[in-house]
């Protein structure tokens, strides 16, 4: 099992920065690789990319390259997405979810969930 908090949301100007943090806890937290998921309104929670214990990550969002990136700190458990340039599109909440290493891009296949936080771009 797998307990999984977000948290550095908050409203930016359009061209502003914010680095939201992911909290892993539970038993076997480095079974699973994390993934970062966004979901804007009206829209489907849409993959944005993803990242292991041991290895680099991986952005699948074309909207995203060149400005999001994902890091992790293995002392702390902790995974970071890095969003630089925001635009107005990029409103939405934002979730982490925990991959059992079945490199899913559905949403519903991700078992554990963070409670999601809030970003609003304003342009």
């Known amino acids: 099992q797998v307990q999984l908090v977000e948290s550095g949301g908050g409203l930016v100007q359009a061209g502003g920065s914010l680095r939201l943090s992911c909290a892993a806890s539970g038993g076997s937290v480095r079974s699973y690789l994390i993934a970062w998921f966004r979901q804007a309104p009206g829209k489907e929670r849409e993959l944005i990319g993803r990242i292991s214990w041991s290895a680099g990550y991986t952005l699948y969002l074309d909207s995203v390259k060149g400005r999001f990136t994902i890091s992790r700190d293995n002392e702390k458990n902790t995974v970071y997405l890095q969003m630089n340039s925001l635009k107005p599109e990029d409103t939405a909440v934002y979730y982490c979810?925990?991959?059992?290493?079945?490199?899913?891009?559905?949403?519903?296949?991700?078992?554990?969930w963070g409670q999601g936080t809030q970003v609003t771009v304003s342009s």
């Open positions: 979810a925990a991959d059992k290493g079945t490199y899913a891009s559905a949403a519903r296949l991700y078992d554990y």
